[in-house]
C-alpha cells in the first residue's frame, strides 16, 4: 500500500513537471487575438487522470497553474489566466477520465475526448463572456467592453478557439496513447492490484 502510494505521489509530481514545462512552450494559433495560447499540457493531467482517478488529474491541473503564477506571473497581477487554464483542463479532463475508466477501452476514451471538446468549447465560452474578460477588464483597469463586443469576442475566437485546443488535444492525446501503451497498462495493473 505505502509503494502504490509512494509511486502515485512520484509519478503526479513528474506528470505536473512536464505538465508546466508543456504549458510553457504555448504557442498562438493563427487567426486567433494573439492572448490567446494553444499549449498541451492537460496531456499529462490526463494521463494522470486515467491511471490514478480523477483527483490526481485535477492536482496535476493545479500545480501546474500555481508553478506557471509562482514563476512567470500573471499580466493582472491576480492569477486570472492560471484558474482559467485550470478550469479549462478540469472540463476536458474529467469527463475523459471517465469514460476510459468506465469502459476501459479506446472507444472509451474517444467518446469522453469529445464529450471534454464539447463541454470545454461551452462552458468556457459561458464562463469568459461572464466572469473570465470582465475580470481582465477589472484587473488591467481597462475600459470595460460592450456586452456586444464580449459576446463577438467570445462567438468568434473564444469558441472556436477551445474547439479546435480541444481537437488537437485529442489528436495529441490519441498519439501518445498509441506510444505510451504499455507503460499505460502496466500502471494500470500495478495501481489496480494495490489498491
Not at 512520484?10 to 504549458?23: F, N
Not at 487567426?31 to 493531467?45: H, N, T
Not at 483527483?55 to 506571473?73: D, F, P, R, T, W
Request: aromatic residues 12%.
Amino acid at each position: 500500500m505505502n509503494q502504490s502510494k509512494v509511486r502515485k505521489h512520484v509519478t503526479v509530481g513528474m506528470l505536473s513537471s512536464i505538465a508546466y514545462v508543456l504549458m510553457m512552450l504555448d504557442f498562438p494559433f493563427p487567426g486567433f487575438p494573439v492572448f490567446l495560447q494553444i499549449d498541451f499540457s492537460d496531456a499529462p493531467a490526463l494521463i494522470a487522470a486515467i491511471v490514478f482517478g480523477p483527483a490526481a488529474g485535477l492536482m496535476v491541473e493545479a500545480i501546474k497553474n500555481v508553478l506557471h503564477y509562482l514563476i512567470q506571473g500573471s499580466a493582472t497581477g491576480v492569477p486570472v489566466g492560471q484558474v482559467a487554464n485550470f478550469i479549462a483542463g478540469a472540463i476536458f479532463i474529467l469527463p475523459s477520465s471517465y469514460m476510459f475508466r468506465r469502459y476501459k477501452s479506446l472507444k472509451g476514451l474517444l467518446i469522453g475526448l469529445v464529450i471534454g471538446t464539447l463541454l470545454m468549447t461551452t462552458v468556457m465560452s459561458v464562463l469568459n463572456y461572464y466572469i473570465i474578460m470582465p475580470a481582465y477588464t477589472l484587473f488591467l483597469n481597462s475600459p470595460a467592453m460592450t456586452a456586444e463586443a464580449t459576446k463577438q469576442l467570445v462567438v468568434a475566437s473564444i469558441m472556436p478557439f477551445n474547439f479546435i485546443k480541444g481537437i488537437l488535444m485529442t489528436l495529441i492525446f490519441l498519439l501518445i496513447i498509441s506510444r505510451l501503451k504499455f507503460w499505460l497498462t502496466n500502471q494500470l495493473q500495478f495501481h489496480t492490484r494495490s489498491l
